[in-house]
């Protein structure tokens, strides 16, 4: 098993998220964290099978090999691997439409 670690971004990204969602949209709580369960579910099997995603490195052009996890149909996050230490470095969580790419 995988040690995941999360980055700076990915905990700014999915507050502005989740404040966005409660005060522009009016999502209720029981909706925003199915969401996050969702997301916590993903992470724990990334923990298990890192290589379950797609490898997008090529596709964006990046130097790091980059996977690409999906949550539902309109979000993701990017995640990399360090296989000599076990740990995965979660990064931005973004809409697709967004397509940023930070750690």
Do not use: C
């Not at 522009?24 to 290589?51: A, H, M, T, V």
């Not at 964006?60 to 990399?80: D, E, V």
């Amino acid at each position: 098993m995988y040690t995941v670690h999360y980055s700076i971004t990915f905990s700014d990204s999915l507050a502005n998220l989740i404040n966005y969602w409660q005060d522009e949209l009016g999502f209720k709580d029981k909706q925003i964290k199915q969401f996050i369960q969702l997301i916590r579910q993903i992470i724990k099997n990334i923990s298990y099978y890192p290589y379950v995603y797609r490898d997008v490195t090529e596709l964006y052009g990046l130097k790091t090999t980059t996977y690409r996890a999906l949550i539902g149909k309109q979000y993701a996050f990017f995640y990399r691997i360090d296989s000599i230490n076990k740990i995965i470095l979660v990064g931005a969580l973004f809409s697709q439409q967004q397509m940023k790419i930070d750690f």
